[in-house]
């Protein structure tokens, strides 16, 4: 089992950034990626982006040229950084860990953060 522990979200306005961070603990294997999600109040969680283990990563459509994924092998630790952000990126993000290679669909994760709150005003 792995946890994650997620930070970083807060109150920002619009066109101002943040860093996402989450630290990864407990055991991975070849093969694992760990991603970023997001829930809206009534929505159901859609992805983010995704880093692979051999560093391949993934974004959305909507937040390519804005948001970036990365990661630090030292630390455990897995970064969202948002730039650029609007109303609509509201929601509280999730970090989550899988493995395979449905990396873009909550079914693809085994483990969970417990969330972290985002909120962009206009």
């Known amino acids: 089992q792995v946890q994650l522990v997620e930070s970083g979200g807060g109150s920002v306005q619009a066109g101002g950034s943040l860093r996402l961070s989450c630290v990864v603990s407990g055991r991975t294997f070849s093969g694992y990626y760990t991603g970023w999600f997001r829930q809206a109040p009534g929505n159901e969680r859609e992805f983010v982006a995704a880093i692979r283990w051999n560093g391949g990563t993934y974004h959305t459509d909507v937040v390519k040229g804005r948001f970036t994924i990365s990661r630090d092998n030292a630390k455990n630790t897995v970064y969202l950084q948002m730039n650029s952000l609007k109303p609509e990126d509201t929601a509280v993000y999730y970090c989550?860990?899988?493995?395979?290679?449905?990396?873009?669909?909550?079914?693809?994760?085994?483990?969970w953060g417990q969330g972290t709150q985002v909120t962009v005003s206009s």
């Open positions: 989550g860990a899988g493995y395979g290679s449905d990396w873009s669909r909550p079914l693809g994760y085994l483990d």
